[in-house]
């Protein structure tokens, strides 16, 4: 093969093509697109979060004084009992951390004495 | 308007260099990184920046800047990774081979490929990407005899690897 025939040789082999040319604005889209959605999930959870009760909720004490005050502007009982949150204030009362049971306290009795 | 007018002559100007010469430089950059998805970045980089280039008319020698853009990307690149360029590692075809023939486009590119790199880049610039040998002088930054004088040695190697290619080739197969 002389030098022209390797040459045309070589040049009937094509070189590929590249993959298409990307648009240039389709990445700021992508990004945008990934800012919307992210502003619309935090529009959507965070007003949900904040309705949520952070903590159990400390009951105000009732005096006979409120309670009194109360009845005096309250058109019935009931009307008043509902504003004073009876219904939905825990009975129970926090027991002390170190508090001992009866039974606790009377197996420890020495019974020989 | 104009505004728009413009960016979109500046698109259309670009993606039909891009047309013209993507295939020629996508080769060199493959034969300069050593890997396609590489070369495919480094093509795409440069004519994005020319995407934003508002100045178009500037650039004189279109074959000539672009070639070069791709060098300096890839070896910019090189440089900053601090990797040895390794052409085994360009794996898949290169050409589109004629009538489909899978071994004669694997015995071009093996035989690219065993040039040396200086060759090997000059044989490209010339033969696929139409370069004069001044033009291909001024991408390699060396002098155009010197350009000459490697696509020269390059272009014996290519032969006589390929005639004896051809010939194994040719007596493998029955029917010629």
Redesign the interface.
């Known amino acids: 093969?002389d030098?022209h025939r390797?040459?045309e040789?070589?040049?009937?082999?094509?070189?590929?093509?590249?993959?298409p040319?990307?648009r240039?604005g389709r990445q700021w889209r992508l990004v945008a697109l990934a800012a919307a959605a992210a502003l619309v999930i935090g529009l959507l959870v965070v007003p949900r979060s904040r309705r949520l009760p952070s903590g159990p909720a400390v009951p105000e004490p009732i005096t006979i004084g409120s309670a009194n005050s109360l009845l005096a502007t309250s058109s019935s009982w009931k009307e008043a009992i509902d504003d004073a949150g009876f219904a939905f204030r825990s009975s129970r009362e926090d027991v002390a951390p170190f508090s001992r049971s009866a039974l606790e306290f009377l197996s420890q009795e020495d019974l020989s004495k | 308007m104009k505004a728009v007018r413009t960016t979109a002559h500046i698109r259309s100007t670009v993606e039909s260099w891009y047309r013209q010469h993507g295939p020629a430089l996508l080769l060199f950059g493959i034969a300069l990184a050593g890997d396609r998805d590489r070369a495919q970045d480094a093509v795409h980089q440069i004519f994005l920046k020319l995407l934003e280039h508002s100045d178009l008319e500037r650039i004189a020698a279109v074959r000539t800047y672009l070639f070069c853009a791709l060098r300096n990307t890839i070896l910019t690149g090189v440089r900053r990774q601090g990797r040895d360029l390794a052409l085994e590692q360009a794996d898949g075809p290169w050409f589109e081979s004629p009538n489909r023939d899978y071994v004669e486009e694997l015995s071009v590119r093996r035989a690219l490929g065993g040039l040396p790199e200086d060759q090997r880049e000059v044989t490209i610039l010339h033969i696929w990407g139409g370069l004069t040998f001044a033009e291909a002088a001024e991408v390699l930054g060396i002098n155009a005899n010197t350009a000459a004088a490697r696509y020269r040695y390059a272009l014996a190697k290519l032969r006589d690897t390929l005639s004896a290619k051809k010939g194994v080739v040719a007596s493998e197969r029955p029917n010629g």
């Open positions: 093969m030098d390797i040459e040789y070589l040049k009937s082999f094509r070189p590929l093509s590249p993959a040319l990307p240039p």
